[in-house]
Structure formats: C-alpha cells, structure tokens
C-alpha cells in the first residue's frame, strides 16, 4: 500500500505511530473535527462522538436495545413519590484517567458530580464564566437550570437533585453526552494553575479512551484506559483519521488505511449492499433516530411571514431530493421526529409538493413577484446530509419556479454552527439526532423559547402556546397526557412550517471484515471499547 503524504499520515509520524495496522488499533474515518473536548460547551455530534463517547461517562446511560434507563457511574437510583427527588448512589473505586498532565489522587465521588452539574447551572460559580465554547448551550436549551433547585451532596457516594417541578425527561436527559461527569481535582487545579483553557483541550474523565494527542482536521489519538471500571477496551489505541470528503473515506477503507468508516456516502452503503465491493467490506445500519430538515428562520423578513414559510414547504419536490442525496437510505420525514416515536402525529396531513399552491401562498403573503433569500449548508456530508451541494442546488431550482431567488452559501461546519446559533441564517440544511428516544429530545431542544436564547432552536420561533404545551409534556408523568400535548404541538410546528422536513436517514457504517463487536447506535452516538480487530 503506498502512504500518500496527507495532514493524516503526518500527523501520525508527528504522533510516533505505526503507519502500519495492527490488531491492537483501530482507525476509524470520520468526517470532521470536533469543536473541542470540553463537551459541556458545545452541541454537535462530532464533538459528542469524539469527547462524551470516548472520554467521559454519565451517571446513567441508555440501553439501545430496549430504550431503558441503566446504570453507569451511579449504580443504582431512588425517585421520591412527588417526583421532586433524585437520590443517586454512586459505584465505588470509579478511578478518574491517569495522564502526563494529570494524576488523580482520589477515586469519582460526590463532589465531582456537583462541580460538573453546577458548572453549568450556577451563574455564581467561577467556571461558568469561563467556557471557550460561549456557554453551555444543551444544559440551557433543556432548560436545566430553571429545572434543577439544588444539588446536594448527602455523603462521600451520595448525591440528591431536587427538582422545581416533577420532570418525566429528567432521567433520560442524563443520558446525554452534555452531562458527563468531571473530576473536580483536575479543575480545582487547572483553576489554580490559571489554566483553564486545557479543560477544553486535555480532557480528563472516567471514560474507556484518554486523548493522548489532536491535530485538527487531520488525526485524534487516544489510548485504551487501564483502568476503565466497566472493562478495559479490546484494542490498545483508537485514531480518527478526519476525513470530510466521503469518497476519500471510502478509498481509505478499501485500501485498508481506516477499518471502520463513519458517514458513509448513501450510493457507497447501497454499492457494498449490491456487492459491487470487495467482500472485505460489510455495511451495519439501523433505522436512525434522526431528522434532516431546512429551518426557515422565524425572525428575518419575509420568513417571518407563516404563508411564506409554508409556500417553501409546498414548492419543495422532496421525493426527487431523497432519491438524489440518499439513495433509498432514507424515508420521507413530514413532522420534528420519526414515526417510530410514540405520540407521532399520524393524522397530520404533510405538506405536498405543489408549486402552483405554494406561488398563490406567496401572492397572498404580498410576494407576488417573489424574493431574494440564501440557503446555507455545510461543504462535507454527513449522514444527515449526504451531499450538502447537490442538496441545497435542488432546494434552490424548485424555489426558482416560484419567483424566489436564493443564493447558495456553503459555510465551514464550526463556523455555519456558530452564525446559526447566532440567528444569521436564513434557509439552513440540518439535522437533529435524539439522544434517548423521547419525544422531548426533539421538542425541548428545537422549539422551546429557551432553545432560541440557548441558540439551537434553529427556527428561532417563540410562541408562548407552543412553549407552553412543551413544559406540560415535559413535567407529566402520564403517557396520554404527555403524548396529547405533543400532538397539539406537532399540529403548531406543521402549521407555523417552522421546518421543511427533508427525511430519515438509516445510520449506517461501513466496517472491514476484520472488525467485530461493533454497533451502529440509531442515537448517532459510538461505542468502540467492545470493538475487536481480528
């Protein structure tokens, strides 16, 4: 195999790495780089498959298979009868990650669990004010701050939260990457030290890999963690090689530089499936628990309008976009979250595909000879959207037909994620991946009021009725109660046309036959500490 002289293969010299693969290493091909790994402050996946997934652990995790709240840095968990209390018991010896900039003196305990939750919810602590990332956007957006109305450590194992008001999404939101547990040592140190920037940049936490080196957009190495307490991992060093362009991923693989590919390309996941690719190669996919759609921006001129932002809706052919950018990957999406979740909307009809319609709507809304507007999307695919060109190109010829002018505005992910929380946006291309099966994962995040001051509500609409019956899903602990009032929401989000729901996508992944033991989680979520490499 000839080594082509990339940022990639530099940086593995620079690493003092093998340019050779072996069974104690894993090489996966991902598609870009995260924001840091400091997960608290940010909100994309990239960041949670390469901090929260690896590095970092939670008091509970969730079992995809069945979708139930587990154990993981708490062994077990007490809920008061109101509701209003949490009791958590933590597991005993949990050691923290051991590495040249940090040696832990003690084992996971109480205080590590409040300085973590407290960080983000205690304006008076003196590490909220200072995240690089512009807050803590995921701990806002769910509103965990006006939720949460203390955090009390009972005893060295023990700690208790006490809600404002019973929350039936408490427990699944705390399977989310956002709230992984820190070691309060390392930042009483790094405080000390006037260094807090490296909480950002040498992480530290209980995870099954240690980051052991990052150069951006090229490599992120870590190390198996010799001390994991649920198992050490079955290889002995992870890489992500970056990789944005998916065809480049795909020749990685079959050259045998990567061993797993991330993001695959759709025609690459149907060409293997079809075995018109070597048989060293195998595709895993699940249905996904995702939603790729355009946000109409709420508050610029005319998408404030709801008769234009529903004439977008209608002029958009989406049947000829899913077969073009996914390939059969992926199933028409007409509402926030796929129909598989319980209290989806079945009786709402979807908006078709009528242009005539959608340039009467326009006339109506006082655009009679239309508009100028600008799509914007990101420059690599990702498996929530495949070919971000291609894409955006077909959104903007079916506007064409109706009289609106839209520029196509193709924008670095870091910077389009930083400008769309920022509200600069227009039409934007993007993707929402729940963390845990609940409806809320999608609602809270994406339409609530507190979602457009945290920056992720995307539509940045505000509606007091909406906000209102999100909040009534939310603290109910009754299944009917909870899913008639996503339903009236789902009927608000439809009729506002906040969104033009593209599709959703199968995750998938593409893996060589020398891999076993790995899973593609439907949440876009990895797990590689029980991946074996024969």
Not at 483 to 507: C, K, M, R, S, V
Request: aromatic residues 10%.
């Amino acid at each position: 195999m000839q080594i082509k002289q990339s940022l990639f293969y530099k940086a593995l010299v620079l690493f003092g790495i093998p340019l050779t693969v072996s069974a104690q290493s894993l090489t996966v091909c991902t598609e870009g780089s995260p924001d840091g790994f400091d997960v608290v402050q940010y909100n994309s996946l990239i960041t949670t498959n390469a901090s929260a997934d690896l590095i970092f652990n939670g008091l509970v995790a969730l079992d995809e298979s069945t979708g139930a709240v587990i154990p993981a840095l708490a062994r077990r968990w007490e809920v008061s009868d109101d509701g209003l209390s949490y009791t958590f018991y933590l597991r005993p010896g949990v050691q923290f990650q051991t590495t040249p900039y940090f040696k832990p003196s003690r084992a996971l305990n109480a205080d590590d669990v409040a300085f973590s939750f407290n960080r983000m919810l205690n304006p008076d602590h003196p590490w909220h004010r200072v995240p690089a990332g512009g807050g803590f956007p995921h701990a806002q957006a769910m509103q965990l701050p006006q939720r949460i109305k203390s955090i009390d450590k009972l005893d060295g194992m023990t700690v208790r939260f006490s809600l404002n008001e019973p929350a039936a999404t408490f427990l699944p939101i705390l399977t989310m990457g956002f709230v992984s547990i820190y070691s309060k040592e390392y930042a009483d140190q790094l405080f000390k030290d006037k260094r807090t920037a490296d909480m950002n940049t040498k992480p530290v936490g209980t995870g099954p890999f240690m980051l052991r080196g990052y150069q951006k957009d090229a490599l992120i190495r870590y190390d198996a963690n010799p001390h994991y307490w649920d198992g050490r991992p079955k290889v002995e060093r992870l890489l992500y090689a970056i990789t944005p362009d998916a065809a480049v991923r795909m020749q990685k693989l079959k050259a045998g530089e990567c061993q797993i590919v991330l993001s695959p390309r759709p025609q690459d996941v149907f060409a293997v499936k079809q075995g018109k690719v070597s048989k060293e190669i195998k595709a895993v996919e699940t249905p996904a628990f995702m939603t790729a759609f355009v946000a109409l921006n709420t508050q610029r001129i005319p998408l404030d309008n709801p008769k234009v932002r529903q004439a977008l809706n209608l002029a958009f052919d989406r049947e000829t976009y899913l077969k073009a950018v996914f390939y059969g990957t992926a199933s028409p999406a007409y509402h926030p979250y796929p129909p598989s979740t319980w209290s989806y909307a079945k009786g709402i009809r979807p908006w078709p595909y009528d242009p005539e319609q959608a340039a009467k709507l326009l006339i109506e809304a006082g655009y009679p000879k239309g508009f100028e507007t600008a799509i914007w999307t990101r420059p690599s695919g990702s498996a929530l959207n495949p070919n971000p060109k291609v894409g955006a190109e077909l959104l903007q010829s079916d506007l064409a037909k109706i009289g609106v002018r839209a520029k196509v505005k193709i924008v670095e992910w870091g910077e389009l994620i930083r400008r769309a929380k920022q509200g600069e946006h227009a039409l934007l291309f993007m993707g929402w991946s729940g963390d845990n099966g609940d409806p809320d994962n999608f609602m809270t995040p994406q339409f609530s009021c507190a979602a457009v001051r945290a920056g992720v509500n995307f539509a940045r609409f505000c509606d007091p009725k909406l906000d209102q019956l999100i909040q009534e899903a939310r603290t109910s602990s009754d299944r009917a109660q909870r899913t008639q009032a996503y339903l009236d929401a789902q009927q608000i989000i439809h009729e506002q046309a906040l969104w033009i729901p593209l599709g959703h996508p199968n995750a998938a992944a593409l893996i060589r036959g020398t891999v076993s033991g790995y899973r593609v989680s439907p949440y876009g979520r990895q797990n590689f500490a029980t991946v074996l490499i024969r």
